[in-house]
């Protein structure tokens, strides 16, 4: 009788976990619908009513430098716009986790008087191979958009990497929307080319 009621435990205990998981792998494809271009898309408005646009690109490109350094940028001052570029680790669904490969992507903040909006797309998944010193690098020449991952990786493996792609996407959202609110932060000057001039020495 005992060892009924603990078996009968355990398929409860397992069905909620497998509940749990299908729930949270549907909330993570929820922030990635499509887009007009058929694409993944994490996409946001933010109202800021006490903030000018000037205020938000300002504050857009000191989150950018402090948060993510590593993401390529792309300034347009006239527009209050700033795009770039950026890449993630995605990792397998394996007991032991081991790199698969990585996720790039594009960004793009503008901000409006009183308000912003930011989205991530053309998330692209890239697989690691070894090379001769045994470290996990980029493969040449492949490049797989997600929204075709399942002509060349399974569904699970597609699954898998658009909740990491969700999830990378909304933390990206979390942080800027917190330094969108912050009082303290220093405008950043942008940096412009300096000629030089071999006429005169």
Known sequence: MRLSYIYSMKKVLIAIVLLITARAASAQ??????DEHNKYIYYQVVDQPTLT???MYNRALYF??????KLKVKTDKTNESISGAGKFVVTSTMLLKHEDGEISFTYTIESKEHKYRFWLTDFT????KT??????VPADGIEIPLEKGTTKLTKKQVDNYLDQAGTYSKQFGDRLKQYMVRL???PVKETKTKVI???NW
């Open 131 to 136: 090379d001769r010193y045994g470290k996990s």
């Open 197 to 199: 001039s071999t006429k």
């Open 64 to 69: 950018l430098k402090t948060a993510y350094p």
């Open 184 to 186: 303290s932060v220093t």
């Open 29 to 34: 494809k929820e922030l990635l619908p499509f």
């Open 125 to 128: 998944f890239t697989p690691y």
């Open 53 to 55: 646009a000037d205020t």
